[in-house]
């Protein structure tokens, strides 16, 4: 684990991805979306999301405000969840309301809009930065210490990690 990784708590979460804390608790609940970094172990205990946990219920979120069934929705992300969650930010996950396809070129939207049928896509990187804005201006918790952050900007771990990965 990061000396310094942070959590995020329920309301939280909420707020950065616009839910509810009702589809918060039922996501955990139904293992949809289930916090990474401490999940609930009987009453009175925090859940604590990561920033990409936070990213996802976001997704999710537009997933049901665009009428994409549920049940749907739960294979998109288990698939998201099977390949590591890699690339993430540069993935554009497109459906045509029944199935949720994940593109990481141009070139796979363009062959999706090419078969005529009303598709729409979410740019997840445009999600990534909305849920960094929303984490810079609320609460985060470091998980080695239980420590409050305010303002702590989940951009500022990625930026390394990503110049790490150059």
């Not at 918060?24 to 990474?36: C, N, Q």
């Not at 990561?50 to 049901?64: A, C, G, Y």
């Not at 665009?66 to 698939?79: D, E, K, P, W, Y």
């Not at 420590?147 to 900007?153: A, D, F, K, M, R």
Request: proline share 3%; aromatic share 6%.
């Amino acid at each position: 684990m990061a000396a310094q990784q942070i959590g995020y708590r329920g309301p939280t979460a909420c707020a950065a991805a616009g839910i509810t804390y009702r589809q918060l608790d039922y996501w955990a609940r139904t293992g949809l979306v289930e916090p990474s970094v401490r999940p609930a172990h009987g009453s009175g205990t925090q859940r604590l999301y990561s920033f990409h946990d936070v990213v996802v219920l976001k997704i999710v979120k537009r997933f049901l405000d665009t009428g994409v069934s549920l049940q749907n929705i739960r294979t998109a992300v288990q698939h998201l969840r099977e390949s590591g969650f890699r690339d993430l930010e540069r993935t554009t996950l497109m459906s045509d309301g029944a199935t949720v396809y994940e593109c990481t070129s141009p070139d796979e939207v363009h062959a999706l809009l090419q078969g005529g049928q009303g598709i729409f896509g979410i740019a997840v990187g445009v999600v990534w930065r909305d849920v960094e804005s929303a984490l810079s201006q609320l609460h985060g918790e470091r998980v080695d210490t239980g420590e409050t952050l305010i303002g702590q900007n989940p951009a500022d771990e990625l930026a390394r990690r990503r110049n790490r990965a150059v």
